[in-house]
């Protein structure tokens, strides 16, 4: 299944290695995000099922999902707790969200797992624009975002 939805991913991963991840970034993934990371590592979506709305807005598609390590030597990497922390300390990102993935884009345009942000429910995924500070809510929790990913899946295996 992983390869009808990724075209590059990262590495599979067993619990333990979830576990650390947890404690290095200091908070629980929701289960879904983490049989994910455990089936594939995560990694770069197709274009064919990275699609969330049908629009052109800001986080209209997921690009990139962080999980777990490195698919090649001279790949920086998918992992959660190494070069998705380093880019959100880099890019400036706001600290009430986790950076998970990235939507397509000119630049900049994390996709962050809401932790402590009042204005968006508690694990919302949120599209930000760093250049101009833009926000956009694309999924109210991270099993919703899976739901389109899926949707997407099944349609285009209805074609």
Known sequence: MW???FLKTGQP????RI???HSRIRFELPAKYQEIIRGCGGGVLKSS???LRDDSELGCCLDMLFGNGKPAEDDPGYDLDG?????MHIWEMPSWGYFIG?????IHTPILLNLSNP???MGALICVDMECDKEVLIANSFEELWRKIESN???KSDI
Do not use: H, K, S, T
């Not at 991963?13 to 333990?16: K, S, T």
């Open 13 to 16: 991963c067993d619990q333990a």
């Open 3 to 5: 390869d009808q939805i």
């Open 102 to 106: 990235e939507a397509e884009g000119e």
């Open 119 to 121: 204005n968006y429910p």
């Open 49 to 51: 099922v990275y699609q």
């Open 153 to 155: 899946l099944a349609n």
């Open 19 to 21: 576990e650390e991840i």
């Open 83 to 87: 070069y998705a922390m380093q880019l």
